[in-house]
């Protein structure tokens, strides 16, 4: 071979070398020191290579040999200095590097395979399992296992020469909120805790990958990401396209927030501003509606009407005006699911993210749980979902306790620990306010106009949220975002102006206030 055609090869092969010094070393800058050791000797050894079939044979050779150099220098010691089972090991490592130099790039391509694939390749080359036998062990024919060893070994061998990058994902993952609000149980409320699952959804919005795509996106091995995909492609929150993976619900990424945060601000301060001076103008005529807990400090009262007043306006009023229809999910719940992308300055991420829920008994009676992080402990979970749980409550709160089990009594005791229940002897009383039916509705007169006009601020909002969510949503999703940007309305509506107020100091974070400041119950008779 000529001097330049040599040059020119190893300038191609660089991105091999590379790649078999990162794999090697601990750091980039020791994979690139040592990518530079190997360059080094290879132009060295120019007028050693005579034929061009033999270049690659040979770089190995010196890659091998710049290598055990380097590991010797880094140890710090000669061979003689090694102990017996050092040297063991070393012979060890130096006849697996003889034998294959590419057993570091084998086993990566193999984190990357395909179940069935890397399945039928390990019984048979790594735990020397016959074909007929990986028949038994996978129930399939050997035909079939044939078929996938032959195909394994392709997919292998095409992987070891090509080069494989991680993405920004792998060193910085994603915080994604998995938010629900429906007419049944959460079933998706342990995906909040999943970061696997919520990283792979936020890779394949914009994108459709496949298998191997996303796992060098995440820099995860595909066996540690398989039992993530199939759970969610059970829920529909994949979807697969041939053998690409897709998203299937819209997410709320840090880009959509900032250019929201900045075209909303004007329509939540104006809601803040509504709230506020509502309260304060209709301060002595809610008291005086006579409602158990009336008498609460300002700071619950501030909090326990603000939640009230934003319910009405946003839930009750919008959503009737705008007739939101429930999607219903594939277990058929009717439910909107979506993801929020956590960041340094997301609602959804700081003290004032909210938990909202509602229980009733069959006597109608109703407890509505509206809870703040900045107030602590959100009580809402704890209620949520546990009907047991909600009729004691209400029971204590309608005075109707002569008939509680043991079983009963012992969640009372939890209840009483917790401070959601007082015991003022010989009476167990709820630690929130109270309202009759008549004196609820006599509240919520007082609030209609204020009610309407948040309504129509937020309507706003939703139209400008809408237009922004179009641009920044893949197109098979574009059909949800008008109906999910009215769910956006809990950040934009609700926690901001909420938010502004505890700026201003109209709301301050509640200590050991005698009630709790975001809970209320409702007695129908």
């Not at 893949?474 to 102006?497: G, M, W």
Request: charged share 30%.
């Amino acid at each position: 071979m000529e001097k330049h055609e040599v040059e020119e090869r190893i300038i191609e092969a660089s991105k091999l070398i590379l790649s078999f010094c990162t794999s090697h070393t601990s750091n980039p800058y020791d994979a690139q020191d040592l990518q530079q050791d190997v360059l080094f000797e290879l132009m060295k050894c120019l007028p050693n290579i005579r034929e061009e079939g033999a270049f690659y044979g040979f770089m190995w050779a010196v890659v091998r040999n710049v290598y055990k150099q380097w590991c010797r220098k880094r140890m710090g010691m000669n061979e003689s200095e090694l102990t017996e089972d050092i040297c063991d090991e070393k012979d060890e490592f130096e006849r697996v590097l003889d034998d294959n130099s590419d057993i570091y790039l084998l086993r990566r391509e193999l984190t990357l395979l395909n179940e069935k694939y890397r399945c039928a390749t390990i019984l048979y080359y790594f735990e020397n399992k016959s074909c007929s036998e990986i028949s038994h062990v996978l129930s399939i024919s050997e035909s079939m296992v044939k078929y996938l060893l032959f195909k394994s070994r392709k997919i292998l061998k095409e992987g070891i020469h090509m080069e494989r990058n991680y993405g920004e994902q792998s060193y910085n993952p994603k915080g994604l909120e998995i938010l629900f609000w429906g007419k049944g149980k959460n079933i998706y409320y342990h995906l909040r805790e999943r970061k696997i699952s919520q990283n792979i959804l936020f890779a394949c919005y914009n994108d459709k990958l496949t298998e191997e795509q996303i796992s060098l996106e995440l820099g995860i091995a595909l066996p540690y990401m398989e039992d993530e995909l199939k759970e969610l492609l059970e829920y529909e929150l994949l979807k697969k396209d041939g053998n690409r993976y897709y998203t299937n619900m819209i997410i709320f990424t840090k880009e959509f927030s900032v250019e929201v945060d900045r075209k909303a601000e004007v329509l939540r301060k104006d809601i803040a501003r509504i709230v506020k001076n509502i309260l304060l103008e209709k301060e002595e005529s809610i008291r005086n509606i006579g409602f158990t807990g009336a008498d609460m400090d300002f700071n619950t009262y501030a909090w326990q009407m603000t939640s009230i007043l934003l319910y009405q306006a946003i839930i009750r009023k919008l959503q009737e005006n705008i007739k939101i229809e429930y999607p219903v999910d594939k277990f058929g719940i009717p439910c909107f699911l979506w993801g929020a992308e956590k960041f340094e300055k997301s609602f959804w991420n700081s003290e004032f993210n909210f938990g909202i829920a509602n229980m009733s008994n069959t006597r109608e009676d109703y407890i509505q749980f509206m809870d703040f992080k900045v107030n602590g402990e959100m009580v809402h979970s704890y209620y949520a979902g546990h009907q047991n749980l909600s009729n004691i409550f209400l029971d204590i709160a309608s005075k109707k306790t002569g008939d509680f089990s043991e079983n009963d009594l012992g969640l009372v005791a939890d209840m009483i620990s917790r401070g959601y229940v007082k015991k003022v002897d010989p009476m167990l009383v709820v630690n929130v306010p109270v309202f009759t039916r008549e004196e609820f509705t006599e509240l919520i007169k007082m609030m209609d106009s204020a009610a309407d006009e948040i309504a129509k601020k937020a309507e706003e909002l939703w139209l400008v949220v809408t237009k922004i969510l179009q641009n920044h949503v893949p197109v098979h999703l574009k059909q949800k975002a008008k109906d999910i940007a009215y769910l956006r309305l809990f950040e934009d509506a609700i926690s901001a102006p909420v938010a502004m107020l505890y700026k201003d100091k109209f709301l301050n974070a509640v200590g050991n206030a005698e009630l709790l400041p975001t809970t209320y119950v409702i007695l129908n008779k």
